[in-house]
């Protein structure tokens, strides 16, 4: 399979832990996007890297939230001190040039009790 | 602001019709992208079809195609005999053009989308 994947695709985790969230792109994307998509609502943008350089973070990244793609390769989305506020589904999506369409991965479902 | 709006909660469709779910767009860019994904009840976001601004045709994608009317700003999809595996969540995105600032990377705005139900 030669699609986006996350790891894992699901988290549950108690309010107050940090969770880490893992994406691998399709082999030759160098853009990666993550969105956060909340129950009955649309995906929302929250960061986006070309190559290893994050070149764009939107608001709805706090300081709790911290993304990295070492070598340009898989990225990271970590959440430290997590919310209950913070669950949500967590998607990654891959593009080979700005105007191309984004490949989206399945998603990590996060639960925070 | 880029601003995607799609009016529809919740269609129903017989099998085998056409149903238009439909999507209104707002920006000041000349230069922009408008997408439809399909979100199964799995979660993957799957994309169905893609229309340029500068486009002067509609787009086709095998039983999908887009009725884009720039003046109006809408960009609705058509989806033609339609099958019960259509049954989906369906979202409206469009990608930022490069604006004023003159940089753009191509993130996507949605809308809160359409839940189509086909009915057998």
């Known amino acids: 399979d030669t699609g986006v994947s996350q790891d894992p695709r699901h988290k549950i985790t108690k309010r107050g832990q940090n969770v880490t969230f893992r994406c691998d792109p399709i082999s030759e994307h160098n853009r990666l996007y993550w969105y956060r998509q909340t129950l009955g609502q649309g995906p929302e943008f929250l960061t986006y890297?070309?190559?290893?350089?994050?070149?764009?973070k939107s608001r709805l990244l706090s300081d709790r939230f911290s993304a990295e793609r070492p070598k340009g390769s898989f990225s990271t989305l970590e959440i430290q001190r997590t919310e209950q506020g913070d669950s949500a589904m967590y998607l990654c999506?891959?593009?080979?040039?700005?105007?191309?369409?984004?490949?989206f991965g399945p998603g990590t479902r996060l639960t925070v009790t | 602001a880029q601003k995607i709006t799609q009016t529809q909660p919740g269609m129903f469709v017989q099998e085998k019709e056409a149903v238009t779910l439909d999507c209104t767009y707002d920006?000041?860019?000349?230069?922009?992208?408008l997408f439809w994904y399909k979100q199964p009840s799995s979660g993957e976001m799957i994309f169905l079809i893609y229309q340029g601004s500068y486009d002067e045709q509609n787009a086709t994608e095998g039983r999908y195609s887009l009725n884009f009317q720039k003046a109006r700003k809408s960009a609705n999809l058509v989806i033609s005999a339609s099958q019960l595996g259509d049954s989906a969540m369906y979202f409206c995105a469009m990608r930022e053009g490069p604006g004023a600032g003159g940089t753009s990377y191509g993130k996507l705005t949605f809308g809160q989308g359409t839940i189509l139900t086909v009915h057998p």
């Open positions: 890297f070309q190559n290893e350089a994050q070149l764009e």
């Open positions: 920006t000041s860019d000349q230069s922009y992208g």
């Open positions: 999506a891959s593009s080979l040039r700005r105007t191309y369409e984004q490949y």
